[in-house]
């Protein structure tokens, strides 16, 4: 019995802080929001309605535009996250082979990522702005002198372009580490066997990474959907809203339009989204894991 | 047992400390807008000594009044009317801070971190409303029977009046007088067709005639939309049908002549759609470009750009009534309102008293903060508020000045107005359409 006691007492002295916090940062206020997910609070008022289910039909019946907020992220996250994971691994098999100067195109590559997204954005949008243009106007080419952040499809590309620019260099990092990782008597009994430098990376290079690999695709979807600062600095949402991701969707129903309550409904929904795809990610490239283990 | 004691103490310490932290999460909470300029720094650092004012407590205590607010041109000047009047009035001081891009996120989380400001700025009617369960009624004050009815109106809700106006502010085009003479154009055009003709005149002259920051929905949604809202035949009972569904944007004439008039607008622009308010600004600023919307609010950011600049404000005319095209738009677009729950309430309403009902007070408003009074009173100071403000003064003056109504909007609606807008002049919607959009961004933002 009084052994019992002590185990509990023991379990909470080394889990309960971490708990507590976690408890105290993460699950408070997630209740709290799915609270007001059920009210029509503004942000401001002292007094607020419930309105039961009312914000969840908003947003399913399209009368709040987030399901298309959700298309263009979904659209945008894919791009991004193909070209993120093959160019950040294929930087790696670059940076790992026998060139020069490695060092330095490893803190070339990697430097973006320590820049935060909003400056990033502010930068590139003063590109696109101002120095494509001057470009564009020396080379006479129509290809810079577009207005890059004017249309759907342009505005659509320079994020594409900031973002993998901006991640490329995480994905390389740890790919790095798994390639140099790999042991070096399998590649070499691979070469005697008489296999191609491609099939020996395909075959035994890449399964040897997975682990790897499920991290760097985890990490990257679930930056890709959570998408903000850049959108937020580099394009505003604009040209007529056609680049609003929907975290940035979330932000300016409950701080420009006030509509909290709102807000925090479709930041439920978000959740929601974002924890089936990261499930099915995790469950699949888990699967892979065991299978070449 | 003793042990168990001793593992318990532990506890509650580990407790005591994740107290600490919850709080630091909290706080930290109010500054999560994306930027966080070293003014706020600042202020949290003066939020902290007002606590500790008891320090000393030998003499009387001093009052802390925090000012937050959005005009960020006038933040130096304001700075030092603040010590002026310190210096006469030693029981209170003053924390001064201006913010621009998030000054409506930082509001809220200043006011859910439990930093909130003593004095802050409302933009008008809808913001007052929203504002309102923390607005101090200031009806009883001796300047309200002084301020202009046009001030009045949008900041009045069921009869209190709620903010000291800062300043009116109008718009229209702006345009280079140099420029303008150099085309040969000797008179501002107050017609559509004359409009064609100094066009048509600055281009023959190699002179780009127009810039406009489509690329922002800003402007377009607050400015351009207006245009269309102000010049209905009664507009506050426009804004009412349209929430009651007796009035409508769709296919209403005076805003299909705003389209048109957009499309022309936009096809004697370059790169429209990539061009943003610094784009325009520096456009504008540097000659290269004759006219661009804006108002005397752009007179700061002209007078850094040198004495040989040399503009003034027009009005935008949609079509060929000249009556009605010569007028520019003109509105209060800031007061202060006083938080009240403020501890220096009372030191706050003197302050304001003194700012509108004194000669000295009313000097710091029109000379040190460059501003166009919404008192009947006194006047502005032409030395002091440029060109650009000596030409709204004089429309003012004349009674030639539709009204500013963007604040009447529901909340969302300039940016969705913004938005239809962008898409007129992308050509992705015709003038009929933008109607169209326009009513179906109020329907869904209108609060029912």
Known sequence: MKKQKMGFWRHALFLGPASLAFALAVVVPFVISVIYSFTDWNGVANDIKFIGLDNFVRIFSGKSNFLGSFWFTLKISVVNIILINVLGTLLAVALTSAIRAKGLFRVAFYLPNTIGGLILGFVWQFIFVTGFPAIGQLLQSGFFNQQWLGTESTAFIGLVIVSVWQNVGYVMVIMTAALMGVPSDLIESARIDGASAVCTFFKVKLPLCMPYITVCLFWTISNAFKMFELNYSLTKGGPYGSTNSMALYIYNDAFANNKYGLATAESLVFFVIIMLITGIQMYFTGKKEREYQ | ?448
Not at chain 2, 107 to 120: E, I, N, S, W, Y
Not at chain 2, 334 to 359: H, M, Q, R, V
């Open chain 2, 1 to 448: 047992m003793k042990e168990r004691k001793r593992l318990l103490a532990l506890l509650l310490s580990g407790v005591m400390a994740l107290g600490m932290f919850g709080c630091g999460v909290t706080t930290g909470s109010g500054d999560a807008a994306p930027e966080k300029t070293p003014a706020a720094q600042d202020s949290g650092e003066a939020a902290g000594d007002k606590g500790a004012g008891t320090a000393d407590a030998g003499t009387t205590e001093k009052k802390t009044i925090y000012i937050y607010q959005l005009k960020i041109q006038i933040d130096e000047a304001l700075k030092n009317v603040c010590k002026q009047y310190s210096e006469m009035h030693p029981e209170v001081e003053f924390v001064v801070e201006s913010e621009a891009d998030n000054y409506f996120t930082s509001l809220k989380t200043k006011f859910t971190g439990g930093q909130a400001p003593d004095v802050f700025t409302i933009v008008g009617n809808a913001d007052a409303k929203l504002w309102q369960s923390h607005l101090e009624d200031l009806s009883d004050q001796p300047w309200v029977a002084d301020m202009i009815d046009l001030a009045k109106q949008d900041i009045t809700i069921d009869g209190g009046v709620y903010g000291l106006p800062v300043s009116v502010e109008g718009y229209g085009y702006m345009y280079n007088k140099k420029l303008f003479e150099q085309a040969g154009i000797t008179q501002v055009p107050t017609t559509l067709t004359e409009m064609k003709a100094a066009v048509d005149k600055l281009e023959a002259a190699g002179i780009s005639p127009i810039t406009q920051p489509y690329m922002d929905w800003y402007q377009a949604g607050n400015f351009m939309v207006n245009v269309g809202i102000a010049r209905q035949e009664d507009p506050m009972a426009f804004l009412q049908g349209l929430n009651d569904g007796s009035t409508t944007f769709v296919d209403n004439p005076v805003f299909l002549t705003l389209a048109d008039y957009l499309l022309y607008d936009v096809s004697k622009c370059t790169n429209p759609m990539n061009t943003d308010f610094n784009t325009q600004t520096s456009l504008f600023s540097n000659q290269e470009v004759a006219m661009t919307l804006g108002g005397n609010w752009n007179q700061p950011t002209l007078d850094e750009a040198g004495p040989d600049l040399s503009a003034g404000l027009m009005p935008f005319p949609i079509d060929d009534d000249k009556e009605a095209n010569d007028m520019l738009f003109a509105g209060v677009t800031g007061y202060w309102g006083i938080n009240k729950d403020s501890e220096a309430k009372e030191e706050i309403k003197e302050f304001f008293t003194w700012l509108s009902t004194t000669p000295e007070g009313q000097k710091c408003m029109t000379t040190d903060l460059q501003m166009i009074p919404a008192f009947r009173s006194f006047e502005a100071d032409p030395d002091s508020i440029g060109e650009l403000g000596t030409d709204l003064s004089s429309y003012i003056n004349q009674g030639k000045v539709y009204g500013m109504y963007h604040s009447y909007y529901p909340d969302g609606f300039a940016q969705a107005a913004g938005e239809a807008v962008q898409k007129l002049v992308a050509g992705n919607i015709d003038g009929a359409a933008f109607t169209r959009e326009l009513q179906n961004g109020w329907d869904n933002l209108k609060t029912e």
